[in-house]
């Protein structure tokens, strides 16, 4: 005879070994490591960007305020400086001045010129360049002198003409000559250089001249030679 066995009921099952309390806390402690980086590295690119964005909209104002003078229209008016030195400085420089006044008779006279350089501005010498003196005369005409070169005396109202001399009387007379001195205040003009000149009398030449009351006489000095037309109509002189 067999014996079998017959199983009993089940016992409880063994309950399982639990973890110890830190293998469990390790995967939840590096999920809240991950967050904390995050954090910190959009603190350090706000951190950067205001630093950074103050910087960059300072090199855009800088830019906006200079970009006209960066790229200036080449058809623009310009004013360019110059250097000037103290002599240049202290130098008075008129371009076509204009002197005017009243001679002892209270007759007017006129000076005008291309331009004019005063070397200094208490100096009453005034360099010429192309000057003209216009003189009138009693009876309404006029005479004029006119030089390449010249120096007024403002103080003595003298005028030195050099270079190609040339006077003009509204009769008719035109003298040549190198160099003349001229009184504006008396009306006395004077030369001691070769003279050569013509009128409706004829031609002359003289080694000097000196004329007065602003042209109502012209006296020839030294050698001349008067060349008289033929042509001239004859009767009392006038």
Known sequence: MTAQATPGPAGPTPARRAAPPGARAAPARR?????????????????FLKLILPLIASALVILVAAWPHLHQPTDRFKIGVSSVNLEEAATVK?????????????????????????????????????????????????VALTGETGQY????????????????????????????RFEMQGGVAQGNDHIEGQGPFGTIAAEGFRLIDKGAIVHFLGRSRLVIRRDLPTGPAK
């Open 31 to 47: 999920r809240l490591r991950q967050p904390r980086a995050t954090v910190g590295f959009h603190s350090r690119l706000v951190n």
């Open 94 to 142: 008129m371009v076509r001045p204009r002197f005017t006044g009243i001679d002892a008779a209270n007759r007017p006279f006129v000076l005008t010129a291309d331009d004019a350089i005063q070397q200094a501005a208490d100096s009453n010498v005034v360099e010429l360049q192309s000057p003209k003196g216009d003189v009138t005369l009693t009876n309404g005409s006029w």
């Open 153 to 180: 005396y403002k103080d003595l109202q003298i005028l030195d003409l050099s270079g190609q001399v040339n006077m003009y009387h509204d009769a008719g007379y035109e003298f040549r000559t190198a160099t003349a």
